[in-house]
């Protein structure tokens, strides 16, 4: 079963960009049928979708965050990347990466990671 | 865009007891392909979501069979048959990238 971990910085300052890296074990990021997400959650609050990239490279985001985001795979170290800019404190929250099968059946968001706390605060 | 509106919010019960949380999209989610990809996420406190649901009644790898789906085109419920101590968490229904607001099940 796969396993996920996200790492990056934890406190980011207003204006500058938030960068996430989500490591896959278990399997391999460019198996047919995959895309890896990203989803947020600010402290006591709902999730919030941020997007996802298939494994073909095709990302989504959500719209609106659409113009702040990058997501992107290095299959060479088997991980897939957040980038989002001109942060404020309202993107202060729990990271979490995920995974989504679509085969013979389809599960979306089937594993997660543990999830990484940033904050946005000078 | 798609909204989620779940009910209740918070919904406190008692051991053993059965639990019912429903779910209302503000358009039918019912695909070109035939399938509704209606889920459901289970998030016990200081935890990653896990998901429990699939396709409105498909359980999930490992899921217990207390939990079930049901329902079509824009409504759909999930129930807890005997709660148990280790449900306590907030509940997501899910679909097209956009999560409702959570129902939080507590013991009575």
């Known amino acids: 079963q796969l396993q996920l971990q996200e790492s990056g910085s934890g406190l980011v300052k207003p204006s500058q960009t938030l960068s996430l890296t989500c490591a896959v074990s278990g399997g391999s990021i460019s198996s047919g049928g995959y895309s890896w997400s990203w989803i947020r959650q600010p402290p006591g609050k709902g999730l919030e979708w941020i997007g996802y990239?298939?494994?073909?490279?095709?990302?989504y985001y959500n719209p609106s965050l659409k113009s702040r985001v990058t997501i992107s795979v290095d299959r060479s170290k088997n991980q897939f990347s957040l980038k989002l800019s001109s942060v404020t404190a309202a993107d202060t929250a729990v990271y979490y990466c995920?995974?989504?099968?679509?085969?013979?059946?389809?599960?979306?968001?089937?594993?997660w990671g543990q999830g990484t706390l940033v904050t946005v605060s000078s | 865009d798609i909204v989620m509106t779940q009910t209740p919010l918070s919904s406190p019960v008692t051991l053993g007891q059965p639990a019912s949380i429903s779910c209302r999209s503000s358009?039918?989610?019912?695909?070109?392909?035939?399938?509704?990809?209606l889920s459901w996420l289970q998030q016990r406190p200081g935890q990653p979501p896990r998901l429990l649901i699939y396709k409105i009644s498909n359980r999930f790898s490992g899921v217990p069979d207390r939990f079930s789906g049901s329902g079509a085109g824009t409504d759909f419920t999930l129930k807890i048959s005997r709660v148990e101590a280790e449900d306590v968490g907030v509940y997501y229904c899910?679909?097209?990238?956009?999560f409702g607001q959570g129902t939080k099940l507590e013991i009575k």
């Open positions: 358009q039918s989610l019912v695909h070109s392909d035939g399938n509704t990809y």
């Open positions: 990239i298939y494994h073909s490279g095709s990302t």
């Open positions: 995920a995974s989504s099968y679509c085969g013979g059946d389809c599960y979306p968001l089937d594993y």
């Open positions: 899910m679909a097209e990238y956009t």
